[in-house]
């Protein structure tokens, strides 16, 4: 296969780009949203570099985490493109090195303080990458592995807020910056949601939530995140917007955390293939329509 075909194809296994990028749109939205502000000047030349900036991330994000698991997919994964040899490690490094200078030269473009908070997030991805230099103490400890890792998501957060008011974190307002850290949650639901399986679906050697925590562990885990990912949400509406932020803002949100809610007990209800598919199914819905309901809110609030 030839190299832009061998890319594509991984792409559309791992990192789905039609998937990938609406996800992106709708956080990348809401993010965005939660930081304009109508005295920010020259927004919109930002946007289309700013976006693909944070596309770039959440990609070299994936390329880590492919080479971080080579190891533990060649025994349990074969399947995978990496560990089936579909690209070369070697290849896959030199790509990933290009997707970060290609980041740091877009970074540049919008402007010095992006290009502070962009160095900030690629150093956290960095560390990530070397699982904090701790791999072998916490991989084992499936719930701090994620929640250290998952923390990037509010990181980006700060990075669109620099995009969006062009000035670096310490500018970000306290409705922002409680808006970032749930970010976290958000993805923390997602990380906990894809983990948790049906009893018929686990598999040994491979560690879940779900036979970690039994099925309501896995749930209950899950929803203490959603929630907080929601409050997170109302206490940085109600101090961002003030009046404004009334239940027809509110309320979207929460009605799609519900139904996570719903599909999480339907499924520790009957642990079993079909359940488990419905919850890591919305799940992964929740993940788009959560910020997009957000987004869509918001925008309908500044721009009536």
Same mark, same amino acid.
């Given at each position: 296969?030839?190299?832009l ?29 939660m930081?304009?502000?109508?005295? /920010?000047? *020259?927004?919109?030349?930002? !946007? %289309?570099?700013?976006? =693909? ?8 994000? +994936?390329?880590?985490d ?20 579909l ?32 160095v ?11 699982e ?12 701090l592995?994620?929640?250290t890792?998952?923390? /990037?998501? *509010?990181?980006?957060?700060? !990075? %669109?807020?620099?995009? =969006?008011?062009?000035?670096?974190p310490?500018?970000?307002? +306290?409705?922002f ?10 993805f ?7 983990k ?26 899950l ?39 719903f ?20 799940v ?17 609030i500044?721009?009536?």
């Open positions: 296969m030839g190299f075909s061998r890319w594509w194809l991984f792409l559309k296994e791992r990192h789905e780009p039609f998937g990938i990028t609406t996800m992106i749109a709708a956080f990348f939205a809401a993010n965005a949203l930081a304009y502000d109508s005295a /920010s000047q *020259a927004i919109y030349p930002r !946007l %289309i570099p700013g976006f =693909i900036l944070v596309w770039l991330v959440f990609l070299h994000m +994936r390329l880590f492919e080479v971080k698991d080579y190891d533990f997919d060649r025994e349990h994964n074969p399947e995978r493109p990496l560990a089936r040899g690209i070369s490690v070697g290849e896959f490094s030199a790509m990933t090195l290009v997707c970060i200078l290609t980041e740091a030269l877009l970074a540049c473009f919008v402007g010095w303080p992006v290009f502070v908070t962009y900030m997030v690629l150093c956290f991805t960095l560390m990530m990458r070397m904090f230099f701790i791999g072998d103490w916490m991989r084992p400890k499936l719930e592995y994620a929640i890792h998952t923390f /990037s998501a *509010a990181m980006i957060g700060l !990075l %669109i807020h620099a995009i =969006i008011s062009c000035t670096d310490s500018g970000a307002s +306290r409705a910056l409680l808006f970032a850290l749930g970010n976290w949650f958000v923390n639901v997602f990380e906990f949601g894809r948790t399986f049906g009893k018929e679906e686990e598999r040994d050697g491979v560690d879940s939530y779900s036979a970690r925590l039994a099925p309501f562990g896995a749930v209950a885990l929803m203490v995140n959603v929630l907080i990912a929601w409050v997170c949400f109302y206490l940085a509406a109600v101090e961002k917007f003030a009046a404004s932020a009334t239940w027809s803002m509110l309320a979207p949100p929460l009605v799609i955390s519900l139904l996570v809610a599909a999480g007990i339907f499924y520790a209800l009957k642990n079993n293939k079909r359940a488990a598919s419905v919850y890591r199914g919305t992964t819905l929740y993940l788009l329509a959560y910020p997009a309901s957000i987004a869509i809110t918001i925008y309908l500044i721009f009536r």
